[in-house]
C-alpha cells in the first residue's frame, strides 16, 4: 500500500522560533500534497493544497506568511510554522494522492507540535 | 461547497455485533467516498472506499454502502473486536476538485 512519513513525530519549540516538519511519499509519487491540522477530539482542518514545483493554494484563513509550504520535489513537502505561538500547537498532518492513483489519499502519521 | 455530515458521534457495541456508521453529502456532483480509521494520536488511515459508480463495496469485515439518489453512505463493521475501536471519518470528494469534506468522526468504542 502507499506510504506515507512524517517527520518528526514530536516537536517542543519556544515561542519566537521557526518549525518545519517534512511529509514523505515512500513508494509512490505525489503530485499533490494536503496539509491538515486537528485540534482534539475534532475532524480535520485542511490548511493548504500543495501541487509539486508550484506555489500552495491556502484555505481561507490560513496565513500563508505564517505557515511556509514547500513542494520541490514528487515525494517531499514541507511545512514550515514561521515564529510559533503556543497557539499554533496542534497536530498535524500531511495527505499526499498521485496522478496514477488520484482518488485515493494517503495519510503521514502526524507531527505534534507543542509551543511553549 | 460540499457538506458531510456524519452519525452518531460515538458509538458503542459488544465485541461481536455490528456497528454502522451513516453519512450524508450535499454535492450531488461528489463521486468518490472514502472512509478512514484514525487511532490516538495517529494520523488517519484509509480502511475502505467507493466511487459513485458502485452502490456497494466489501473488504473482509468491512462493508460500504451508497445511496446516490439519497446521497448518503454508510460502514458496516461485521464481528466487531476491540482493536476495531477508533474514530473513524467519511469523507466525500467534489467532483472536479482534488479536496476531501470530511464528516466530524465517529468515536467507535468495542468493549469485551
Known amino acids: 500500500g502507499a506510504v506515507v512519513s512524517q517527520h518528526p513525530s514530536r516537536v517542543i519549540c519556544k515561542s519566537g522560533t521557526s518549525v518545519k516538519i517534512e511529509c514523505r511519499s515512500l513508494d509512490f509519487q505525489a503530485t499533490t500534497m494536503f496539509w491538515y491540522r486537528q485540534f482534539p477530539k475534532q475532524s480535520l482542518m485542511l490548511m493548504a493544497t500543495?501541487?509539486?514545483?508550484?506555489?500552495?493554494?491556502?484555505e481561507q484563513g490560513v496565513e500563508k506568511d505564517k505557515f511556509l509550504i514547500n513542494h520541490a520535489s514528487l515525494t517531499l513537502s514541507t511545512l514550515t510554522v514561521a515564529s510559533a505561538h503556543p497557539e499554533d500547537s496542534s497536530f498535524y498532518i500531511c495527505?499526499?494522492?498521485?496522478?496514477?492513483?488520484?482518488?485515493?489519499?494517503?495519510f503521514g502519521p502526524g507531527t505534534r507540535l507543542t509551543v511553549t | 461547497g460540499e457538506n458531510v455530515e456524519q452519525h452518531p458521534s460515538t458509538l458503542s457495541v459488544q465485541e461481536g455485533d455490528s456497528a454502522v456508521i451513516k453519512c450524508t453529502y450535499s454535492?450531488?456532483?461528489?463521486?468518490?467516498f472514502p472512509w478512514y480509521k484514525q487511532e490516538l494520536g495517529k494520523g488517519p488511515q484509509l480502511i475502505i472506499d467507493i466511487r459513485s459508480n458502485v452502490g456497494e463495496k466489501k473488504d473482509q469485515r468491512i462493508a460500504v454502502t451508497l445511496n446516490k439518489t439519497a446521497k448518503h453512505f454508510s460502514l458496516h463493521i461485521t464481528e466487531t473486536q476491540p482493536e476495531d475501536s477508533a474514530v473513524y471519518f467519511c469523507?466525500?470528494?467534489?467532483?472536479?476538485?482534488?479536496?476531501?469534506?470530511f464528516g466530524k468522526g465517529t468515536m467507535l468504542l468495542v468493549s469485551p
Open positions: 500543495s501541487n509539486e514545483g508550484s506555489k500552495a493554494t491556502y
Open positions: 495527505s499526499a494522492s498521485s496522478g496514477a492513483r488520484s482518488y485515493e489519499q494517503y
Open positions: 469523507a466525500a470528494r467534489y467532483s472536479g476538485y482534488s479536496t476531501l469534506t
Open positions: 454535492d450531488s456532483a461528489s463521486n468518490y
